[in-house]
Every structure is written in C-alpha cells, then in structure tokens.
C-alpha cells in the first residue's frame, strides 16, 4: 500500500460519539502547589515590608498570614467543590497579585505615616475589601451553576449597569474625587459604580451579540479588503459610543470611557468575525478621542503632561515621580520598604506599578506584567475552548476588560501612553475593583470549568430512546 | 468565533511585550538620565541617598579638604569641610539641595558609582561592607593655596579678586583663591532650612561670594595682555627685544580724532624705545603701534594659542551652578580698537585663569599645558586607580627662543620696570603688571601675572584685584597684585 494513499475517511457515524479526542484533567494538585507560592510570595512581601522598614518581622505576620492563607484556601477548596476542572492557573496568578498589593499597600502606608502621623493606613481596609471579594467569589461558585443562566439577564444587567453609571451623578450621593465623578457615598460606604458595571456590560454585550450576531455580520460594502457593515447596523456601537463620551464628558473619566468602548468593539468583533467593526470602532475612537481633547480640559491636560512630563507647566508631577520611582529601582530594585514609593501621590492606588518597580525593580515590573498576561492568555482560552457562544463571548470580554485596563493603567503610568485614571487589578488599593475583579475570576472559572469538563458521553441506546435520552454527567 | 479570539489573544501579547519593553527602557536605559542630579536636580529619592552616603574624601597633598564623618540623624553622614572658606570655591560645598565645586564635578567618583570604581564596589558588596567612595587627589599646593587666600585677606573681606597659580610644565593648578569667599560648613547642614537660608544669603549677595572670579568673571586683561602682544611681534619674525618702537607721549588711532596715551600721559623716555624697554614701561603708544602693525589677526591667531576664544579645555570644576567664562579676543576689529585691543583694552576680556597660562605658556618654552585641578583618583583605602596625565593645549604658542626673549623682557620688567614689588632675594623673576581701565566712574582692575624662576620655572601665577577697600590712587598691579603673586611664588619655591 502507498504510503501517500490517504486514509479512508471514517464515515460519518449517526451516533453523536465524543465531541473531543482531549480530555482536559481537574489539576487541583497543582492548583494547590502553585497557590502556596502565591501565598509564600504575598506573606513574604509583607515579612519583607517589616524587615526592611523597621528592621524586624511584624508581629502580625501570623494574624496576616493565617487570613491571607484562610481566605486562599477557602476559595481553592470552592473550587474543588464546585468548579473541579476549572483553569489551576488564574487563581494563583490572583492570589500572587492580591497578596503583593496588599504588601505594598502596607509599606506605602508606612512610608506615609512616617511623613504624616495622622495618615489614614489603607491596607487593612483592603483585607477586608479582599475578604468580601473572596466571600462572593465563592458566593458567585456556589450559586451559579451554569454561566449560561446569566443570558436571561441581558437586559436587566445592561439597564443595572447603565443605572450604575448614571449614579455618580445623581446629587447628594455622587462625589466629586481627584476631578472624576465616579463615585458614589452611602454613609460611611464609598463605592466606584463603574467597576461593578463592568462585569454587568461584559454580560449584557454577550447576550446581545449572541441573539444578533448574524444580523451585525451581514456583509455591507467591502472597501480595501474591508467588509464594512451596513448603515442601519451601527445602532448599537453609536450607542455605546455615546455612552463612552458621555462618561467622558460629565464624568471626567477617560479611562472607563476608553475601557467601556474598547471592550465592546473588541466583542463586537469577536461575535461578528468582521475586522470592518474594528476599523469603524477605530475611527469612531479617534473623533471621540479629539472630540474629549478639544472640549474637556483634562483630557488636553494629561496628553501634554505625557508628551513633556518635565515641563513644569504641564502638571507632571505625579507621573515624574513615578518614573523617579522606577529608575530608583532600577533593574533588581531598592528592596521592600527600601525605597521611597510614599513620595509619589496616591502611590498606593493608580501608581502602584511604579512603587513596586521602585522596590522590586524592573524584575518585578516584568514579573508582574507576565502574571497579567497569562491572567488574559488563561482567560482567552477558556473563551477557545467554551463550547456555548454566550460563554465564549463572556469570557473574551472578561479577558478583554482586564487587558485593557492593564494596558491603559500601567501604560499610563510609565509613560508609554496618556495617564488616564484607572485601578491596577488585584494590586491597586480600592474596594469596588478589588470585589469586582474576584467577581469576574469567579466567572471565568464557573465558563472554564464548564468547558473542561469532559463532555457529556451518551449512554448505550437503550430500548426507549426515541422518547428520551438519558445523558451522564461526570 | 475562535480566529478573532486568536488573534485577539496576538493582539494582547503584543499589548504586553509593548508594557514590558516600555518598563525595561524606563528602568534600564532611561534611569541613569532619570536618576542624574545633572539633568533632573528636583529627584528627591537621588537627593537623599546621595545625601545619606558616605562619601569619598577631596584630598590636597596628604590633608582632607572635604569629608564625611558619621552623624545620628536621618542623613547618616555629615560632609566636613576642615578649611573652611579657604577652599570654598574648590572643594565646594555638598547639601541636600545642590551641590557645587568638586563635591558635584567629581560626584561619581566621591560617591563611588563612577565606572573605574566598580571593581571596589563589587569588593565592598561581597565582603558585606557599606559601599565607600573614592578620593580625589587635587593638584593643589597646600602652601601656595594658603598664601593666595591670606594675601586676598589682607585687603579686607570686601575685596573681589582671585589668584590662580599653574605649574608651566604641566598645567596643574597649583593655588585658586576666589575673594570673597563663604563657609560651606553651613550650606552641608543637615537641618535643610539652615542650609537653605545659607544659601540663599549668598545668593542674595551683592558681591556674590559664591561666584569664583578665577574662572567665572572675565575682564579686561589690561596691560598684562601686552604680553600676548610682544609674544605676536617676537614670533612675526620682524621684531626682536632691541627692535625700536614709538616710545611718544601719544599715538595718532586710525579712523578717529582720538589719540592713544600712555598711564603717565608723558612719554615712554623717547620717540623710539626698545621693545624690551617698552615692556618695563609698560607703554601704551608702543604697543598699540606694534599691534597696529601687525594687525588684529595676528593678535587673534597668538590669543587663541595661549587658549582665548576656548571654553572647553578646563572641566574639573564644571557644575550646574557655575558658568565659566570663555576668554575673548573678538572676531571683527577696526583698527582703532586693533590699536586698544594690543593693550588689553577695548573688547579684549580674560580671566585669571587664562592669564596665568598666558605666563605659564611663556615659562614652558611656549608651550602650553591644559590647566587640570584633579590629579588623581584613589579608592577609599588610597590604591591609585586612575591618574591624570598631564595635556598640551597648544604645542607651541611661541617659538622656544621667542619665549626665552619674552621671558627676558619680563625679567627686565621685574627688575627695572613696574614689577619690582615682585622681586624675590636670588630668584629671577618674570612679570608684567595691569591696571586696566573700565569705566571712568569706576576703579581700574589691578592684575599682575608672573613666573619662577624665569629659566625652568614652577610657578606661574595671574593675580587680579577687581576692587578693594583702598583709595583709587592706590590701585595699582604692581602695588596691590604684585605682592600677593611675589608671596604665592614663594610659597612653591620655598617651601
């Protein structure tokens, strides 16, 4: 027989048989393994704070240490529990994450109570905050069983998430902070709408795109190796588009603006096959982006800070202290509580790459950054591998929302592009985007357990199977 | 949906290699720029470490002139300055907020981050021992130094002016004293208001003390450039020191109605004089005859050699806060002003340092050493690692027999001309006084450069009184400058 004769195709078999030669295994060994790094990198950081401020191990670190471990361990054994071929990686990623920014909260508390004695210390309102995220991460595992239950929201997540987005505005509650209106006060609460709106948009544009997707995909004009959509199928990109600018207009809010847009055109997109929505959202960005530059001063403020930060007129204080701060590090860094990370305002939330580049260096700027990059890689191959449309579409844009947060925060912050004002995920001190931020990791691993889960295999026909099938679950 | 969600996954691994490249050319190539005080000196983080380190001691001969002693505050280490004022302007002065002198122009190295030092740096991390600077070595003649700032003393605390002295044969900086002066003890103190205040009183001050007038205020050189004038003429070929020279009362200036007369308004002791003559009387008719003759290129062109119309050749005191002054001969003259330029008048400026190679140049057989400060560079337990060899800024200015006459001349002019205050007991010295008018309102500058003994010399000294507390009538290169010189002198050759 000729080697190049081609294998006969197996004809087709009536049966459905496995849907995948692959199946993926639980790997919660290895879950465990790397979360007890995570939890030696986040206790030691803060073992490392001590030493390096104050010369000794705080007294607390087994306080610390044991609720940090409490909460880690809670949220692995969840995952057991309920999700137990969810992706091993994203919870480590985020225990490392979370664990390094709260040590870094604490030492930039230090560095600040060190100048001010009345500081108000931070980090320990961040444990909290942390707590509550693991509380509904958990909460978000137990009680969701299937992601694909959240498509009946559609609609009332994108009315939640624009009611969220109006908040900040309404009077008596909205505050004013730092400029940006994007904060909302119940009491002694505060609260950051947008980010809890985030999760809900990322919902809502999935479940809109998966019903019209055929719709937005017909092809209109092709126009150098373009397909442009129609023009009665911009509808709802115009809206959104509207919506950013107005976030950008009446709230001073540059990066959600961007973050809100840039995750729909990129879903948009991934629902539609068609690179004509990007090129369209593009240009759409572009207006926008001059429109904000010419009408909004602070947009105007910050792309002159960016192209000459030195320049005492152009308000560059706080990013030249920041890239201080970073080539103070340098390559190895000064060591936890080594630096002076306090000398940058607000260090501990907005520019907190900067302090940990400041006191781990460049090694643990790309260290960090490559933690952020596999968080997006994990999340973008659950999106891969999901079998449901709805899912796909969800775990993309989760994926997407934390790229382009990264890219636009940390961006802003080494002064590769504009600083526009948003939290850094996991490491930046701010309740609303911490709890936020566990949310989406919690869905991202309800999807990814669904889409590992070996599929369901049929039963050997038995004598009734033209009334029902009965399918096993593993 | 999977080829968009690939090529998404593309597009956002490129997003973070662009975050990755971007922090290493911030944290890598962009961070010595960013942590330099040069470029930016508002970096507090830079301030206060390089504040808090030990630094490396500023040595002349075996003495510290600078150093750092262990303190019990935040800071760590206190910079010292055992001399005081005496070596301000050198050594400078060292706070949190600035920093001028050596302490800023040999900064890598007092810190120990400078290239050479690495090897140390390396020795001191491995054997577990807090980084220490390294020393810079000074030119300096503890003695010559000492008379050059006790000499500017005499005349009052009041007193502008400065004293350079430079080795012919080498170019190293001997002596440099700028008057008036400050303590840098004050501006090195750790509470930053003191210090602050310190500085901002200096600054604030009419006669700014922290300007050193040997290198940053240039003048009419006066007379003494008729030194420069008979070195044109000597190496033209076409005079020698017997050659006659119009010696009138007055010399008729091209182009004008005006004349030129000499100091005494009388004649120089005839209508023809001898060049050498000329010297001694300093004689304005004379001189600007010979510089009319021979033209304000040629005068230029010598200029030049002995390194007018250059800035870059003396760096080892370059800071932020200081603005050296470029000696000049200007570009386009007249020939009334080629005339006033022959006699050191007109747009001709220099400062003592330039004038002090001007005399070094002639001592050297008309060669001319770039002037240096820093001598040598040693680590922090004295092992020599890199020292300074000694450069020529102009193989030959003059002819070493046009140089050998000049030095004649200048003998002559300290033995029976204006310099005789000069004179040492069995030395032969070589001189030439100034009194360089300015502005009628104003007093004239007194200058006087010199060197010994004239035949291989040491020294070579520029001395320049810009006002003292004296009558007019008493400003005189050879009443107020020439002593100081004679006492600088002495001090290298009797030790």
Redesign the interface.
């Known amino acids: 027989m000729s080697r190049t004769s081609p294998t006969p195709t197996r004809p087709r078999d009536p049966r459905p048989g496995p849907l995948m030669e692959f199946v993926h295994r639980r790997r919660r060994g290895a879950e465990l393994f790397l979360l007890i790094l995570s939890l030696v990198v986040g206790i030691g950081a803060y073992a490392a704070v001590g030493l390096g401020v104050d010369g000794s191990v705080p007294a607390d670190i087994y306080k610390y240490g044991g609720w940090l471990t409490a909460l880690i361990v809670a949220a692995h054994l969840t995952i057991r529990w309920k999700a137990a071929y969810a992706d091993p990686i994203l919870l480590p990623i985020v225990a490392a994450l979370n664990g390094l920014g709260l040590a870094m909260i604490h030492r930039i508390d230090l560095g600040m109570q060190a100048k001010k004695p009345d500081y108000q210390a931070l980090a320990s309102s961040q444990l909290i905050w942390m707590t509550l995220g693991v509380a509904l991460f958990i909460g978000v595992l137990v009680l969701l069983r299937d992601h694909r239950r959240l498509q009946a929201f559609t609609y009332t997540s994108g009315l939640a998430a624009l009611v969220l987005l109006l908040l900040p505005m309404v009077p008596g509650i909205g505050r004013n902070i730092r400029g940006a209106r994007i904060w909302i006060h119940l009491g002694p609460l505060s609260f950051q709408p947008g980010e809890v709106a985030k999760v809900l948009l990322v919902i809502a544009f999935a479940g809109y795109l998966v019903l019209y997707r055929d719709a937005l995909a017909l092809a209109g004009r092709r126009v150098l190796f373009v397909d442009l959509p129609r023009g009665r199928d911009l509808g709802p990109i115009l809206a959104m588009w509207l919506i950013s600018l107005g976030i950008l207009v009446f709230q001073n809010d540059l990066g959600s603006s961007l973050l809100f847009f840039g995750m729909f055109l990129?879903m948009l997109?991934?629902?539609t096959?068609r690179p004509g929505w990007l090129v369209i959202g593009g240009l759409m960005f572009i207006a926008g982006a001059y429109f904000g530059y010419l009408t909004t001063g602070h947009v105007k403020v910050r792309v002159e800070a960016w192209l000459d930060p030195?320049n005492p007129d152009n308000n560059g204080y706080q990013i030249?202290q920041g890239?201080?701060?970073?080539?103070?590090?340098?390559?190895t860094g000064r060591g936890l509580g080594l630096?002076?990370p306090q000398?940058t305002p607000i260090a501990s939330s907005d520019f907190i790459i900067p302090a940990l580049?400041?006191e781990l260096?460049?090694t643990g700027?790309?260290a960090i950054?490559?933690l952020?990059?596999l968080l997006?890689?994990r999340a973008?191959?659950t999106?891969?591998i999901c079998r449901d449309?709805f899912g796909?579409?969800v775990a993309?844009g989760l994926?997407?929302v934390f790229?382009l947060q990264?890219?636009v925060v940390?961006?802003g912050v080494?002064?590769?592009i504009p600083l526009t004002g948003l939290t850094t995920p996991f490491l930046s001190q701010g309740g609303s985007s911490l709890v936020a931020n566990w949310v989406i990791i919690a869905l991202l691993l309800r999807i990814s357990d669904q889409a590992r889960r070996p599929p369901p295999e049929f039963l050997e026909p038995g004598e009734d199977m033209d009334s029902t099938q009965v399918v096993s679950m593993r | 949906m999977n080829r968009p969600i690939r090529n998404l996954a593309i597009a956002c691994m490129a997003m973070f290699l662009a975050l990755m490249a971007n922090a290493t050319y911030l944290q890598y190539w962009q961070a010595d720029s960013l942590n330099s005080l040069t470029e930016h000196d508002n970096n507090t983080r830079v301030k206060d470490a390089t504040f808090s380190e030990p630094r490396g001691q500023i040595l002349v001969g075996k003495k510290a002139i600078a150093l750092s002693k262990k303190s019990n505050d935040r800071f760590k280490y206190q910079r010292v300055y055992p001399f005081g004022a005496e070596y301000a302007h050198i050594a400078g002065y060292f706070s949190r907020s600035r920093f001028g002198g050596i302490e800023s122009s040999q900064n890598n190295i007092l810190t120990g981050d400078a290239p050479g030092l690495f090897v140390n740096r390396v020795i001191d991390l491995l054997g577990n021992q807090a980084p220490q600077g390294g020393n810079v070595v000074l030119t300096l003649n503890a003695k010559a130094q000492k008379a050059a700032y006790e000499g500017l003393k005499a005349l009052g605390n009041n007193t502008r002016g400065a004293v350079v002295a430079i080795e012919p044969a080498t170019g190293r900086i001997l002596a440099m004293v700028s008057s008036p002066t400050f303590n840098p003890t004050r501006m090195a103190n750790h509470d930053i208001s003191i210090s602050d205040k310190a500085y901002d009183r200096l600054l604030a001050d009419k006669l700014i003390p922290l300007n050193n007038r040997a290198i940053e205020e240039r003048l009419p050189p006066g007379s003494t450039f008729k030194l420069v004038t008979a070195a044109a003429a000597l190496s033209s070929g076409k005079y020698n020191p017997d050659t006659l020279v119009p010696g009138g009362a007055s010399l008729d200036l091209p182009q004008t109605s005006k004349d030129l007369v000499n100091e005494s308004r009388g004649s120089c002791g005839g209508n023809k004089i001898t060049l050498t003559r000329a010297l001694e009387v300093s004689c304005n008719v004379a001189f600007g005859a010979v510089g009319l003759k021979l033209g304000a290129d040629a005068l230029r062109e010598q200029a030049e050699k002995f390194g007018f119309n250059k800035r870059d050749f003396f760096t080892d005191l370059d800071d932020p806060l200081t603005s050296q002054a470029t000696s000049e001969f200007p570009q386009d003259v007249d020939a009334p002003q080629t005339a006033l330029s022959a006699i050191g008048q007109a747009s001709v400026t220099a400062t003592p340092l330039q004038m002090a190679m001007v005399a070094a140049g002639i001592a050297n057989n008309g060669r001319v050493m770039t002037p240096y400060l820093v001598d040598e560079i040693r680590s922090a337990d004295l092992d020599v690692i890199k020292p300074i060899e000694p450069k020529v800024l102009t193989p030959q200015a003059i002819t070493p027999s046009a140089a050998s006459k000049l030095a004649e001349m200048m003998v002559a002019v300290v033995d029976n001309g204006t310099g005789r205050t000069a004179q040492i007991p069995g030395i032969k010295v070589a001189g030439k006084t100034g009194t360089a008018q300015s502005l009628p309102s104003r007093p004239p500058y007194a200058w006087f450069v010199s060197f010994a003994p004239s035949v291989n010399a040491r020294v070579a000294v520029a001395v320049l009184i810009q006002d003292a507390n004296v009558d007019r009538d008493a400003i005189s290169g050879s009443g107020l400058a020439a002593p100081i010189a004679k006492s600088v002198m002495e001090a290298v050759l009797n030790p």
Do not use: P, Q
């Open positions: 990129v997109y991934v629902a096959e030195f030249v890239m201080f701060g970073m080539a103070w590090g340098g390559l630096g002076s000398d580049g400041e260096g460049l700027v790309i950054i490559l952020y990059g997006v890689e973008l191959r999106a891969l449309n796909k579409l993309t994926g997407v790229a990264v890219f940390i961006g080494t002064k590769l």
